[in-house]
Nanobody, 118 residues
Framework: QVQLVQSGGGLVQAGGSLRLSCTAS????????MNWHRQAPGKQRELVAG???????NYNDSVKGRFTISRDAAKNAVFLQMNSLTPDDTAIYYC????????????WGQGTQVTVSS
């Protein structure tokens, strides 16, 4: 089992920045990727950014150049630095890890609200 604890988020004005953190505990050896997803009111949850165990990253086109995903492998943590925020970035942000091997599956964090005011 893997447990996730998220922190960060909050209210910021358009153009501002926020940083989200997510720390994994438990069977972290099974983690093959760590991702950030978000879900805005009335919309489907979407992938924002992801990073694999070997450090490869991918981004939703809507956040490229503004958001940066990074990780601290020693602390089993993943971060999302969000710059140049717009009201369209308002959503609940969820940390997600993909587990491989005999523990295959997904684990989700509790979610954190990000609100960008215009």
């Amino acid at each position: 089992q893997v447990q996730l604890v998220q922190s960060g988020g909050g209210l910021v004005q358009a153009g501002g920045s926020l940083r989200l953190s997510c720390t994994a505990s438990g069977s972290t050896f099974s983690i093959i990727a760590m991702n950030w997803h978000r879900q805005a009111p009335g919309k489907q949850r979407e992938l924002v950014a992801g990073i694999t165990r070997d450090g490869r990253t991918n981004y939703n086109d809507s956040v490229k150049g503004r958001f940066t995903i990074s990780r601290d492998a020693a602390k089993n943590a993943v971060f999302l630095q969000m710059n140049s925020l717009t009201p369209d970035d308002t959503a609940i942000y969820y940390c997600n890890v993909v587990r491989g091997g005999s523990s295959i599956g997904n684990t989700w964090g509790q979610g954190t609200q990000v609100t960008v005011s215009s």
